[in-house]
């Protein structure tokens, strides 16, 4: 079982940087990867970007080029880094472990953390 916990939310201007960590103990001894997923008020939730364990990363069309995802194996711990935001950037972030073994499955997701993207 993974115990994750998301955090790094804020205000912050358009045109601004925010960082988000999420801490997974044990993701990289059971060669799992981690997903971010954004959701606001009233839209679906929408997925953000996704890093694999062996490094692979992808991004949605609507961040890329903005936001970079990237871990440190050491404290098993994921990062979003977030670049040029947007008002549309707008929502809680929360993330949730990945992979193709069976230690990787079981929805483990941390708690949601706000992002606010206004002047």
């Known amino acids: 079982r993974f115990h994750v916990v998301g955090s790094g939310g804020g205000l912050v201007q358009p045109g601004g940087s925010l960082r988000l960590s999420c801490s997974a103990p044990?993701?990289?001894?059971?060669?799992?990867?981690m997903d971010w997923y954004r959701q606001d008020e009233g839209n679906p939730r929408e997925w953000v970007s996704s890093?694999?364990?062996?490094?692979?990363?992808r991004y949605a069309d609507s961040v890329k080029g903005r936001f970079t995802i990237s871990e440190d194996k050491l404290k098993d711990t994921v990062y979003l880094q977030m670049d040029r935001l947007k008002p549309e950037d707008t929502a809680t972030y929360s993330c949730?472990?990945?992979?193709?073994?069976?230690?990787?499955?079981?929805?483990?997701w941390g708690q949601g953390t706000q992002v606010t993207v206004s002047p």
């Open positions: 949730s472990v990945n992979g193709v073994y069976v230690s990787c499955v079981g929805a483990y």
């Open positions: 044990g993701l990289t001894s059971k060669s799992c990867g």
């Open positions: 890093i694999s364990t062996d490094g692979t990363t």
